[in-house]
DNA sequence: TCTGGGGTCCTAGGACCC
DNA sequence: TCTGGGGTCCTAGGACCC
């Protein structure tokens, strides 16, 4: 044995109110205000900085709930802006990849890192150095827990979170029960609404008391996924960390429109765009569909109206990324799933079955797919080079009434020159 | 007036086969 | 007419995650 302890070490790093965050990089003048930022369509709540959380606004509560809050203490608002999120996350992620390059990208403000190549005595001093270097290239702030265990490292960070330090270690501490008590059977990643209740009403109310059931009573009772949280709370890893980026199996593209739609025509619009998107998206990961689903939906919350809702799956006869065909199917199955007199609030399309795309001819492949492959190769390139949507399908339609509402988009495009941040000579 | 979007996994139950 | 038991595969729905 070696004289360094080496055990399995994971660290947990998270971004501080990554949204938030991001758009204070890019406006300093709102470092120090409460700040929020608003899912697509200005619909929700889904980034509020510490400000606004203590002035009790919640994550996930509607616009339009918090608004006298929000106007009465000049909290800052913003629609989401992806796409600055997205690079920003990729900056983050290139970073941590400097201190190891096995790293599992689990969400776009979160990655798990494997630290058991460094001794039980430092990992923490690590820990703080990764926290400084990030903050220090790309101006992020963000919190770490290193434990064990993927769930146990979940709640380090948990812990992280309210320290100044935001680094939290559980690595060589003998018995965390005492630490686990303090944590709400809630708060435990793995356990939802559902499994809170049930939890709660067989009297466990924290990470202790989960962790002192036996295996048994939780599978009978819940299922595998329940044990091994469990298990992971005693320190026993069930959850690996999966550091190679498995192809995804479904690709969704669904939005809610800016306002109710109630013409046909419009709905088939609103989903022949939601088809080019995704479609676009399977193909630059080289994948094809073995089917497709199309829902539409009335507003769930206006009930003097009825509620609607419907979907349909089609499967290809030949798994396809082609846009054309997954137009008119889609348009196909909207036809049968589309019903006069609803005001509709929301429509999207799936993609599922996916898998490689070997680009193999088969026995009903044609001259044709080819020019198709061709024409769907150029477009994606000229929308890249130009622009989304620089070369679409008319389908698609071009007043786009039903588009979303993004009335406090920050408009900052890190492709843009101008948008970079300003840097004042002494 | 206004309530997000995109994923994964598990289970139960049915269809089908031998 | 009697009518077993075991296996696989698929799907829908639910629960969870961020």
């Known amino acids: 044995m070696s004289s360094i302890q080496r055990t399995r070490k994971l660290a947990l790093v998270d971004c501080n109110s990554f949204y938030v965050s991001c758009e204070r990089l890019f406006n300093p003048k709102i470092r120090k205000k409460p700040v929020v930022v608003l899912s697509n369509n200005d619909g929700c709540i889904i980034s509020r900085s510490n400000e606004a959380k203590a002035l009790g606004i919640k994550m996930g509560e509607p616009y339009f709930k918090a608004k006298d809050i929000i106007v009465k203490n000049k909290v800052e608002v913003f629609s989401s802006n992806y796409s600055l999120y997205g690079d920003l996350s990729r900056r983050v992620m290139r970073t941590l990849k400097r201190f190891n390059s096995e790293i599992e990208v689990y969400s776009i403000d979160e990655a798990f890192l494997d630290l058991s190549n460094f001794p039980d005595s430092e990992v923490e001093k690590v820990g703080k150095e990764i926290r400084e270097t990030v903050l220090q290239w790309t101006g992020i702030p963000t919190s770490i827990g290193i434990a064990k265990t993927k769930t146990l490292s979940k709640i380090a960070n948990h812990i992280a979170k309210k320290k100044q330090s935001g680094v939290t270690n559980l690595v060589g501490i003998d018995n965390l029960d005492p630490i686990l008590e303090k944590i709400e059977i809630n708060d435990v990643w793995g356990v939802g609404r559902q499994l809170t209740k049930f939890y709660q009403k067989n009297g466990i109310y924290n990470a202790k008391q989960l962790k002192n059931k036996s295996n048994m009573w939780i599978k009978k009772s819940s299922n595998v996924l329940g044990s091994r949280t469990a298990m992971e709370l005693r320190g026993i890893p069930c959850i690996n960390l999966e550091t190679t980026q498995t192809k995804r199996k479904s690709c969704v593209v669904s939005r809610s429109f800016g306002k109710r739609i109630e013409k046909f025509q419009e709905l088939k619009e609103a989903v022949a765009n939601y088809c080019l998107n995704a479609s676009e998206k399977i193909r630059s990961e080289s994948l094809v569909a073995k089917a497709i689903t199309v829902f539409v939906r009335t507003s769930p919350f206006q009930r003097n109206f009825g509620y609607y809702s419907n979907a349909k799956t089609i499967d290809f006869p030949i798994a396809t990324n082609n846009s054309i065909e997954i137009v008119k199917t889609a348009v196909f199955i909207l036809e049968a799933v589309f019903k006069n007199g609803y005001q509709y609030?929301?429509?999207?399309?799936?993609?599922?079955?996916?898998?490689?795309?070997?680009?193999?001819?088969?026995?009903?492949?044609?001259?044709?797919?080819?020019?198709?492959?061709?024409?769907?190769?150029?477009?994606?390139?000229?929308?890249?080079?130009?622009?989304?949507?620089?070369?679409?399908?008319?389908?698609?339609?071009?007043?786009?009434?039903?588009?979303?509402?993004?009335?406090?988009?920050s408009k900052i495009d890190t492709a843009d020159f101008y948008c970079l941040p300003k840097i004042k000579a002494i």
């Open 345 to 409: 609030q929301k429509a999207g399309v799936m993609l599922t079955g996916l898998r490689n795309d070997n680009g193999r001819k088969n026995l009903f492949s044609s001259e044709k797919d080819e020019k198709i492959n061709i024409l769907m190769r150029s477009i994606d390139n000229t929308n890249y080079r130009y622009g989304r949507s620089t070369l679409s399908l008319a389908s698609a339609g071009f007043q786009k009434k039903w588009n979303m509402r993004r009335q406090y988009s």
